[in-house]
T-cell receptor, first 118, second 116 residues
Framework: AQKITQTQPGMFVQEKEAVTLDCTYD???????LFWYKQPSSGEMIFLIY??????QNATEGRYSLNFQKARKSANLVISASQLGDSAMYFC???????????????FGKGTMLLVSP | KAGVTQTPRYLIKTRGQQVTLSCSPI?????VSWYQQTPGQGLQFLFE???????NKGNFPGRFSGRQFSNSRSEMNVSTLELGDSALYLC???????????????FGAGTRLSVL
């Protein structure tokens, strides 16, 4: 079964510091995609970064980078130079083929609440 | 380029009623997915449509249904509402429905449904 595990319910970081949000995944598929989304209190899910299972280099998007360790099945999000506006819920997600239907689904973790303090 | 638009943003219904939520995807996107988000269960996949066909369905009762129109706009319907249906319903669109490639789902702001 496909599963995403985020073990940190909440994280605190000071402004301008870097923070790592953990994510481990489980799938029997060889081809899959890993995503991170940010959800502020307004509710909208904002796409941050993507990593394909066959991508050899770690993905980076501005202040966001994804530490992809395929053998360990982990896809941690690193936010450098945290800002007050980074305070939000962060979700790790995986898109892989569903063993039942053969079609792909996007499976989410439970999320990590990040609070950035001045 | 306009993002994913969901209407209405807020809804209050009573038990037993039915509700229809609407989602307009990003122009050019042919796949629309729906998710239910609750504090207890987190984000759960409802269904995915591609080119007017339901490609995949999550583990929800038959009271939850959806459809997609030829312009890729999608609606979901919940009949005989229960208190437990209170949730944030999120719609997401993507270019395709497959797993290969950078097939990113972009989300709307959601519809917050309260069932009294």
């Amino acid at each position: 079964a496909q599963k995403i595990t985020q073990t940190q319910p909440g994280m605190f970081v000071q402004e301008k510091e870097a923070v790592t949000l953990d994510c481990t995944y489980d799938t029997s598929d060889q081809s899959y995609g890993l995503f991170w989304y940010k959800q502020p209190s307004s509710g909208e899910m904002i796409f941050l970064i993507y990593q394909g299972s066959y991508d050899e280099q770690n993905a980076t998007e501005g202040r966001y980078s994804l530490n992809f360790q395929k053998a360990r099945k982990s896809a941690n999000l690193v936010i450098s130079a945290s800002q007050l506006g980074d305070s939000a819920m962060y979700f790790c997600a995986m898109r892989a083929n569903s063993p039942n239907s053969g079609y792909s689904t996007l499976t989410f973790g439970k999320g990590t609440m990040l609070l950035v303090s001045p | 380029k306009a993002g994913v638009t969901q209407t209405p943003r807020y809804l209050i219904k009573t038990r037993g009623q039915q509700v229809t939520l609407s989602c307009s995807p990003i122009s050019g996107h042919r796949s629309v997915s729906w998710y239910q988000q609750t504090p207890g269960q987190g984000l759960q996949f409802l269904f995915e449509y591609f080119s007017e066909t339901q490609r995949n369905k999550g583990n929800f009762p038959g009271r939850f249904s959806g459809r997609q129109f030829s312009n890729s706009r999608s609606e979901m319907n919940v009949s005989t509402l229960e208190l437990g249906d209170s949730a944030l319903y999120l719609c997401a669109s993507s270019l395709t429905a497959g797993v290969r490639g950078k097939n990113i789902q972009y989300f709307g702001a959601g519809t917050r449904l309260s069932v009294l």
